[in-house]
Nanobody
């Protein structure tokens, strides 16, 4: 499956942004989808994930209550709605897909990755 992320940009602290990731190739609905992020000089970290069809999600503590992950299987797209953004949210955001049986937060268990989209939170 090929993943294409978009929607990044420059936003002020407290602002909002919505990322999208569109998949092509094999059946999108058969994958658990996730967002990771990587800030300069840091390791790539888990942000959020969503199960194949049921509205079951998982979030990193640092984004819980501010970010919302969702998916539209008819459009082969997963979204990340980011609100109340902080400077520490600045990173390249990657979407990823896994065929694991349940949500996992370990990036090594994700099979496919998008190219990343840069989010900069700054005044």
């Amino acid at each position: 499956v090929q993943l294409q992320a978009s929607g990044g940009g420059l936003v002020q602290p407290g602002g909002s942004l919505r990322l999208s990731c569109t998949a092509s190739g094999r059946t999108f609905s058969s994958y658990i989808m996730a967002w990771f992020r990587q800030a300069p000089g840091k390791e790539r970290e888990f942000v959020a994930a969503i199960r194949r069809s049921a509205p079951i999600t998982a979030y990193a503590n640092s984004v819980k209550g501010r970010f919302t992950i969702s998916r539209d299987n008819a459009k082969n797209t997963v979204y990340l709605e980011m609100n109340t953004l902080k400077p520490e949210d600045t990173a390249v955001y990657y979407c990823a897909a896994t065929s694991a049986p349940s949500i996992v937060v370990d990036r090594r268990q994700y099979d496919y990755w998008g190219q990343g989209t840069l989010v900069t939170v700054s005044s």
